[in-house]
């Protein structure tokens, strides 16, 4: 089959595109996908390059953890699923046997782990995954949209509902509008009835964060954003923070938060090391929670929104599968304002 492959660790360059890469072999409980899109995520960029612990796999490696297809053949033991079935595949793989499973918190299980991180994933022809991570692609979207959905709207749906318990009526401060987990929280705040604020580089990505239905937004390179956050609430700051780039922008997002404000982090693209006035956090009842993808449940529950049109994924742009160092070069530069995503041939 034709896949995308590391070789070795290192920048974009190293993506090398195979024409007789071998096809996945499934086991009893697994599915092969006929991959149809896979969309980029900032992990295909550290497992590429080696970084964050994300080592433990064999190489060659495929990368790619957010996959939409059609069923190419099942597992002798899977039921309920068809081939040439139109499914998304949920990324996050458990054991499904540990208590954390078993409470439906299968994304705190201790063997937990992303398609593509460890084991082979979608930047290919073809994909195996487990039965249970095999979801009906929403009829409304195409491949390509829906490659766009799982992990960023999972991500963001655990951290404004399962954690931040999100309220009609708060102020939640979004950062990096144009990022997936971005364009997603934007999208649910509003769904539960919250008033949004995001940040962005550039004015043309906070119009397009408008249209998507963000009520305040600001330029974080001509303005400080805490600063903005506080004159908008009134002194009061947000109830909720969306955090996902660490660094000066997570010191910065705890002091936009309101008393018994919760700042939800998902992630550390611009540094893991912040520096932080506690005074802030003690005397003001802050609430700092980690939050790391989602349940297979709260995915399930996402996707019908997706059906009824009130929630909706963004694509910036498509590559075709061999152009796969492009589409990383293109999310290094962070222009985009929405998922790129490789279409497989």
Known sequence: MKAVRVHEFGGADKLQYDEDAPEPQIGPTEVLVRVRACALNHLDIWVRMGQRGQTEMEMPHVLGCDISGEVAAVGGAVQGI???QK???????????????????DNMCLGYNIIGQKQNGGYAQFVRAPATNIVPM???????EAASVPLVFLTAWHMLVGRARVQAGEDVLVQAAGSGVGIAAIQIAKLFGA?????????????????L??????????????????????KKGAEVVIEHVGGEVFEKSIRSLATNGRLVTCGATAGFSPAVDLRYVYS???????????SKSELLQLLKFFDSG?????????????????????????A??????????
Do not use: W
């Open 82 to 84: 068809q081939t040439g």
């Open 87 to 105: 499914i998304v595949v949920n990324p996050g793989i458990s054991c499904g046997r540990c208590a954390a499973c078993l409470a439906g918190n």
């Open 138 to 144: 929403p009829a409304k979207l195409s491949f390509e």
């Open 195 to 211: 008033r949004v604020i995001t940040t962005a580089s550039t004015d043309d990505k906070l119009k397009k964060a408008k249209a």
């Open 213 to 234: 239905g963000a009520d305040e937004v600001i330029n974080y390179t001509t303005q400080d954003f805490a600063q903005e956050v506080k004159r908008i609430t009134g």
């Open 284 to 294: 003001k009842h802050l609430n700092v929670l980690g939050s790391y993808m989602g």
């Open 310 to 334: 009130r929630l909706k994924p963004v694509v910036h742009a498509v590559y075709p599968l061999k152009d796969a160092r492009k589409a990383h070069e293109a999310m290094e530069d962070r």
């Open 336 to 345: 985009n304002f929405g998922k790129l995503v490789l279409q497989a041939p």
